[in-house]
């Protein structure tokens, strides 16, 4: 046997097992890929479900007249459905209803909208978070397969690195041999072989968009996000230790405080207020002292967890831009840290873009409508 023909054989072997490969990374994704682009699909674009499916609640009639203060609505809210308040967030435009959580007396949070003009109470449902409404909160919880506890988040790790893997394979079948490039449009008329170039030509142009939408997901795995969030510190690209400005912090995880914080502020502890006998800031006062931060409207003021906890406004527009953390001494107000998006370490401040980018935030419903694109190919 010669030389050529041996390299050939050899050739001929490994193509056949890269092709195995690609054939059984497609198997095993298949079904996860199926429920991600299906649900993740459908949450791109939640905020425009949400208004549509709860215009009665979500939407008022725009007035001339400026709105009522936040203790008056929150006030108004509490009259109606009797609890601890637990968070307020303006109405974030105009025509928006400003919306109240509360926390019932048999341990259930509702959300509650009320007319920011008026004071009238428009009704309320179960508080979903940052989901927006009980049935994205189903879907957001399929996406992530969180029904299934631990294991839906391993099975959706392993299956984003099949994603890689499938799509390596895919561009080692698709590289020719001996010319420069594969096929880059649809060349066949018919029959499999139109198939075969379809599969190669929609592949090859959004190969790289499919695996940054699986890398992007990674940091909130388990495994592998547990071991980039250690090596974002280690590296010091993370939130130094010591952000809150050498503060004293309690035990609270600032991801278990609110109901959305960036990545790789999850882990990190609340900080605390000077006192805990004083008398708290009043709400005026302190969205007042946010909004003069001029943070982005569409923002929450969550409310302090006990006698030591902060008042915290957090806020995640399309431009993430201006992405903001803002913790307040419940009893003085004052700002005890204010972060956003460029105060973030370098790998903490890749980890929030590419995450906001995976949901079509930048550039709001066009992008979108773009990320649903390479999933369903």
């Given at each position: 046997?010669?030389?050529?023909?041996?390299?050939?054989?050899?050739?001929?072997?490994?193509?056949?097992?890269?092709?195995?490969?690609?054939?059984?990374?497609?198997?095993?994704?298949?079904?996860?890929?199926?429920?991600?682009?299906?649900?993740?699909?459908?949450?791109?674009?939640?905020?425009?479900?949400?208004?549509?499916?709860?215009?009665?609640?979500?939407?008022?009639?725009?007035?001339?007249?400026?709105?009522?203060?936040?203790?008056?609505?929150?006030?108004?809210?509490?009259?109606?459905?009797?609890?601890?308040?637990?968070?307020?967030?303006?109405?974030?435009?105009?025509?928006?209803?400003?919306?109240?959580?509360?926390?019932?007396?048999?341990?259930?949070?509702?959300?509650?909208?009320?007319?920011?003009?008026?004071?009238?109470?428009?009704?309320?449902?179960?508080?979903?978070?940052?989901?927006?409404?009980?049935?994205?909160?189903?879907?957001?919880?399929?996406?992530?397969?969180?029904?299934?506890?631990?294991?839906?988040?391993?099975?959706?790790?392993?299956?984003?690195?099949?994603?890689?893997?499938?799509?390596?394979?895919?561009?080692?079948?698709?590289?020719?041999?001996?010319?420069?490039?594969?096929?880059?449009?649809?060349?066949?008329?018919?029959?499999?072989?139109?198939?075969r170039d379809l599969h190669a030509v929609t592949g090859i142009y959004t190969g790289a968009f499919i695996v940054f939408l699986a890398m992007t997901g990674l940091p909130w795995s388990?495994?592998?996000?547990?071991k980039f969030y250690d090596l974002s510190y280690a590296a010091g690209l993370g939130m130094p230790d010591g952000y809150w400005s050498k503060l004293p912090v309690s035990t609270v995880?600032?991801?278990?405080?609110?109901?959305?914080?960036?990545?790789?502020?999850?882990?990190?502890?609340?900080?605390?207020?000077?006192?805990?006998?004083?008398?708290?800031?009043?709400?005026?006062?302190?969205?007042?002292?946010?909004?003069?931060?001029?943070?982005?409207?569409?923002?929450?003021?969550?409310?302090?967890?006990?006698?030591?906890?902060?008042?915290?406004?957090?806020?995640?527009?399309?431009?993430?831009?201006?992405?903001?953390?803002?913790?307040?001494?419940?009893?003085?107000?004052?700002?005890?840290?204010?972060?956003?998006?460029?105060?973030?370490?370098?790998?903490?401040?890749?980890?929030?873009?590419?995450?906001?980018?995976?949901?079509?935030?930048?550039?709001?419903?066009?992008?979108?409508?773009?990320?649903?694109?390479?999933?369903?190919?």
């Amino acid at each position: 046997m010669t030389p050529t023909s041996t390299r050939s054989a050899g050739d001929s072997a490994l193509y056949r097992a890269v092709w195995r490969w690609h054939f059984i990374a497609g198997l095993i994704i298949l079904p996860f890929l199926l429920i991600i682009a299906t649900t993740g699909a459908i949450y791109l674009f939640k905020d425009e479900f949400n208004t549509a499916a709860y215009a009665k609640l979500r939407l008022v009639e725009p007035q001339a007249t400026a709105p009522l203060a936040p203790s008056q609505l929150t006030a108004a809210a509490l009259a109606s459905h009797p609890g601890a308040l637990k968070a307020y967030a303006p109405a974030a435009a105009p025509d928006r209803a400003a919306e109240v959580r509360i926390l019932g007396a048999e341990g259930l949070k509702d959300t509650v909208f009320v007319n920011p003009y008026s004071g009238e109470v428009l009704g309320s449902q179960w508080d979903a978070g940052p989901s927006g409404s009980p049935a994205m909160y189903v879907v957001r919880k399929l996406h992530s397969l969180e029904y299934v506890g631990w294991l839906g988040n391993r099975l959706i790790e392993a299956a984003a690195g099949w994603m890689v893997l499938l799509v390596g394979t895919g561009i080692y079948l698709w590289w020719p041999r001996g010319r420069k490039l594969g096929t880059m449009s649809i060349k066949a008329t018919k029959g499999r072989p139109w198939w075969r170039d379809l599969h190669a030509v929609t592949g090859i142009y959004t190969g790289a968009f499919i695996v940054f939408l699986a890398m992007t997901g990674l940091p909130w795995s388990s495994v592998w996000g547990g071991k980039f969030y250690d090596l974002s510190y280690a590296a010091g690209l993370g939130m130094p230790d010591g952000y809150w400005s050498k503060l004293p912090v309690s035990t609270v995880p600032v991801g278990d405080a609110i109901d959305r914080a960036p990545w790789i502020m999850e882990k990190q502890p609340m900080p605390v207020s000077g006192a805990s006998d004083g008398v708290p800031a009043g709400l005026d006062q302190v969205v007042a002292t946010v909004e003069g931060l001029g943070i982005a409207p569409g923002y929450a003021l969550n409310m302090p967890g006990g006698p030591e906890g902060v008042f915290t406004a957090s806020v995640y527009p399309d431009d993430i831009s201006q992405e903001r953390v803002i913790h307040l001494d419940q009893y003085t107000g004052a700002v005890l840290y204010d972060a956003g998006l460029s105060d973030l370490g370098g790998l903490g401040w890749a980890a929030e873009w590419g995450s906001a980018s995976t949901w079509g935030r930048p550039g709001g419903w066009p992008t979108r409508s773009c990320c649903c694109w390479p999933v369903w190919r």
